[in-house]
C-alpha cells in the first residue's frame, strides 16, 4: 500500500512501516526509546513490535489500565512520572502502541512533557487505524466528557499494520466499522455500497476499506486542520453519539457501549433529523437504520434517561456559546455543518431509534 503523507508526516503501511520506522530511528538516533502500552496490547502486541525494532538504543515498557475510563489526567500523570522516573530527556521517543485511547493519551503526554517529546503511533484497533492516525488530535477526557483537555500534535509517523486486528475482539472491530460506515454516508457512497454488501464481517473485506478512509481523513484534515469548517463533517453521527457513549459510561446500572455502538445510534438518529431539516430521503433512512441493527446490537434507551444525554450535549467540545451544532445530509455526499435542533426533535429522533 502506499504510504499517505500527511502534514509533516507519513502514514506507513505494513512491512514497509517497520523499515521507515528503524530508519527513523537510526537518523533521530532518540537516547532512550519507550514504547506506551495497556495490558492488551503489551501481551498480543508488544511482542510483534519489538521483534521488528531494530536498535541498541535501552526500550523501556509504560504500561496502563486499558479502558476509556482510563483516558484522563490521572492517568497521564503516572505516565509523566514514569517517564521522569525511567530518565526520559527532550531527546527521547514514545511509541503508542494501542488503540485510540493510547494513542490520544500517549500524543498528549508526549507533547506536553519537557514541552515536548517526539513520539510514533502505531494504532492497533479498526478504530484508531481510520480515525486517530491523522488529524493531530490528542487529548484526555474531563469526568465523562470525551477529549475535552488536549492540543493538535503530529507525530514523526504512523505504522498501520493489519495483523494487529487479529489480536482485537470482533466486538472492536465492529466498533471501527462505525467510522468506516461514517466516511461511507458523507464523503464517499461507494464505501457504504460495499459494507451494505458485506455477508460476514473479515478482516480481509475490511482491510480493503482501511486505506481508502485513511486517505479521505487526511484529505479532510489536511484542507481544515483546526475544524474551521470541511472537517466538521467528521463530526457527523458524533454529536448525540458521544452523549450517549457518555451516558452509557457514566451509569454504574448500564453496559458501557463501545465508540462505534455509540456512533451507530448517532448516525441513525442524526440521519433521521436530516431527513426532517434538510430532506434526506426517507427510505434511505430505513435503509441506514436496518444495516446499522444488523451490525450493532440494538441499544435500548429508556425515555427517563433522555434528558441527561441531552444535557451532555451542551458539553460537546464542539458547541459555540452553548448551542449545540450538528452536521446533517440532505443526501449521500451531501452535508450541511452547523444545524440547530430543537430539544422536541431530538427526542424525536431517539424515540426513532428506539422504535
Not at 530508519?23 to 506506551?36: D, E, G, H
Not at 512520572?81 to 500524543?107: F, M, Y
Not at 491523522?134 to 498501520?160: A, C, H, R, Y
Request: aromatic residues 8%; contains cysteine; proline residues 2%.
Amino acid at each position: 500500500m502506499q504510504p499517505i503523507l500527511s502534514n509533516n508526516y507519513y502514514v506507513n503501511f505494513q512491512e514497509d512501516a517497520y523499515m521507515k520506522l528503524n530508519a527513523y530511528i537510526a537518523k533521530s538516533n532518540p537516547s532512550k526509546i519507550f514504547i506506551l502500552v495497556d495490558e492488551n496490547t503489551n501481551e498480543n502486541c508488544l511482542p510483534i513490535l519489538l521483534q521488528t525494532i531494530e536498535t541498541i538504543k535501552e526500550i523501556e515498557i509504560i504500561e496502563i489500565e486499558a479502558g476509556e475510563e482510563n483516558k484522563n489526567l490521572d492517568t497521564c500523570t503516572g505516565v509523566w512520572q514514569a517517564l521522569t522516573e525511567l530518565g526520559a530527556d527532550r531527546k527521547s521517543l514514545l511509541i503508542n502502541l494501542g488503540g485510540g485511547v493510547i494513542t490520544d493519551l500517549g500524543g498528549f503526554v508526549a507533547s506536553t512533557f519537557k514541552r515536548g517529546i517526539s513520539f510514533v503511533n502505531i494504532p492497533t484497533t479498526l478504530l484508531s487505524m481510520v480515525d486517530a492516525s491523522v488529524g493531530g488530535k490528542t487529548g484526555v477526557d474531563l469526568g465523562v466528557l470525551k477529549n475535552q483537555i488536549g492540543l493538535f500534535s503530529d507525530p514523526e509517523m504512523v505504522l498501520i499494520d493489519t495483523q494487529y486486528l487479529a489480536t482485537v475482539p470482533e466486538r472492536e472491530i465492529r466498533s471501527g466499522l462505525a467510522e468506516i460506515i461514517k466516511y461511507g454516508l458523507t464523503y464517499d457512497v461507494t464505501i457504504w455500497e460495499k459494507i451494505k454488501n458485506f455477508n460476514t464481517l473479515s478482516l480481509e473485506n475490511i482491510s480493503t476499506l482501511i486505506h481508502r478512509s485513511i486517505e479521505i481523513k487526511n484529505e479532510v484534515v489536511t484542507e481544515d486542520p483546526k475544524e474551521g469548517g470541511l472537517r466538521k463533517v467528521l463530526n457527523f453521527g458524533h454529536t448525540l453519539g458521544h452523549a450517549v457513549e457518555s451516558y452509557f459510561l457514566e451509569s454504574e446500572e448500564k453496559e458501557k457501549l463501545t465508540h462505534g455502538e455509540a456512533i451507530a445510534i448517532g448516525m441513525i438518529t442524526e440521519c433521521f433529523i436530516s431527513e426532517k431539516l434538510l430532506g434526506f430521503p426517507l427510505n434511505e433512512v430505513a435503509l441506514i437504520k436496518d444495516e446499522c441493527l444488523k451490525i450493532y446490537n440494538k441499544v435500548q434507551i429508556d425515555t427517563k434517561d433522555y434528558d441527561a444525554i441531552l444535557e451532555l450535549l451542551i458539553h460537546d467540545k464542539k458547541n459555540v456559546g452553548g448551542q449545540v451544532n450538528f452536521v446533517l445530509l440532505s443526501n449521500y455526499e451531501k452535508y450541511k455543518f452547523d444545524c440547530k435542533v430543537d430539544k422536541a426533535l431530538l427526542i424525536e429522533a431517539l424515540n426513532y431509534y428506539n422504535s
